[in-house]
């Protein structure tokens, strides 16, 4: 599994812990309110990660395409 592939399962991580946390506490949950302002910040920051993932991949893929060997030389081009 190479780096890009690793990211994306980390991100769907984050998005299955949110829908399980959803699930666990929903508005009809007993606690709710008890636990809505914590809820609700763990929720932003699960999704704020996600966010933050999405533009490691986008700086590893485009590096990925960057650093591609050049065909004739064998070598790496450094921008």
């Known amino acids: 599994m190479?780096?890009?592939?690793?990211?994306?399962?980390?991100q769907e991580e984050l998005k299955q812990i949110g829908a399980r946390l959803r699930k666990i506490f929903p508005q009809t949950h007993p606690q709710f309110d008890s636990v809505f302002e914590d809820l609700g910040a763990a929720g932003y920051y699960i999704r704020?990660?996600?966010?933050?993932?999405?533009?490691?991949?986008?700086?590893?893929?485009?590096d990925s395409?960057?650093?591609?060997?050049?065909?004739?030389?064998?070598?790496?081009?450094?921008?």
């Open 2 to 10: 190479d780096d890009t592939q690793q990211l994306i399962a980390i």
């Open 48 to 62: 704020e990660a996600g966010y933050r993932l999405e533009s490691v991949l986008l700086t590893v893929q485009g």
């Open 65 to 79: 395409a960057a650093s591609s060997p050049d065909p004739e030389t064998g070598e790496n081009e450094i921008e």
